[in-house]
């Protein structure tokens, strides 16, 4: 985040967390969440893209407000924590493996950075990984056998959701820094 004004990136923050909002809202009541044809109990949506814009724009720790905000907004939409839980750990655990991405690999290359989307996407599956192994059979009651064999197909969702997120959320964030010539990456 560099040395960013702090009301900009706080102002920004409010603003993506509020987009997250938004966009979950409006995909929820409009059936517009389109579901992985191999397991339909996981749908595809667009509520990770501000979280990663969050990221790529104001840092780790606004991103890390924007996945609660997501979260949170989830339970108070729907009244299921664990669905909520669920999602806030997937968008976190994006953010997460792109920030180390980004502090590890070419740190002036924000948002494109290959290497850090990687990262993004393989954290997201291993931890989602671990979380479902937890999940479905102690809440959903998914018998284990059956959970061993979801993983595959919840591991492919969560390649192609990480891919759509981050790369939406790039292309939005270079978006914005072409339209704002005097913004700074830190």
């Given at each position: 985040?560099?040395?960013?004004?702090?009301?900009?990136?706080?102002?920004?923050?409010?603003?993506?967390?509020?987009?997250?909002?938004?966009?979950?809202?409006?995909?929820?009541?409009s059936?517009?969440?389109?579901?992985?044809?191999?397991?339909?109990?996981?749908?595809?949506?667009?509520?990770?893209?501000?979280?990663?814009?969050?990221?790529?724009?104001?840092?780790?720790?606004?991103?890390?407000?924007?996945?609660?905000?997501?979260?949170l907004?989830?339970?108070?939409?729907?009244?299921?924590w664990?669905?909520?839980?669920?999602?806030?750990?997937?968008?976190?655990?994006?953010?997460?493996?792109?920030?180390?991405?980004?502090?590890?690999?070419?740190?002036?290359?924000?948002?494109?950075?290959?290497h850090?989307?990687?990262?993004?996407?393989?954290?997201?599956?291993l931890?989602?990984?671990?979380?479902?192994?937890?999940?479905?059979?102690?809440?959903?009651?998914?018998?284990?056998?059956?959970?061993?064999?979801?993983?595959?197909?919840?591991?492919?969702?969560?390649?192609?959701?990480?891919?759509?997120?981050?790369?939406?959320?790039?292309?939005?964030?270079?978006?914005?820094?072409?339209?704002?010539?005097?913004?700074?990456?830190?």
């Amino acid at each position: 985040m560099g040395k960013q004004n702090r009301t900009a990136v706080l102002t920004g923050t409010a603003i993506m967390a509020a987009l997250v909002i938004v966009f979950d809202y409006t995909l929820k009541y409009s059936g517009l969440k389109i579901p992985f044809p191999w397991y339909p109990n996981l749908k595809f949506d667009f509520t990770g893209v501000p979280i990663v814009m969050s990221l790529f724009m104001y840092g780790f720790s606004p991103a890390i407000t924007t996945s609660l905000v997501a979260g949170l907004g989830i339970i108070m939409r729907s009244g299921n924590w664990i669905s909520a839980s669920m999602k806030f750990f997937a968008e976190l655990s994006t953010v997460l493996g792109l920030h180390m991405g980004e502090s590890v690999f070419f740190k002036d290359r924000i948002g494109t950075n290959y290497h850090a989307w990687a990262l993004g996407i393989a954290s997201r599956v291993l931890i989602m990984t671990a979380v479902n192994l937890y999940v479905l059979p102690n809440f959903w009651h998914v018998p284990w056998n059956a959970t061993i064999g979801l993983l595959p197909l919840i591991a492919a969702f969560n390649i192609i959701q990480g891919l759509v997120t981050i790369g939406l959320g790039h292309f939005l964030f270079g978006a914005v820094k072409t339209r704002l010539p005097n913004w700074s990456d830190g």
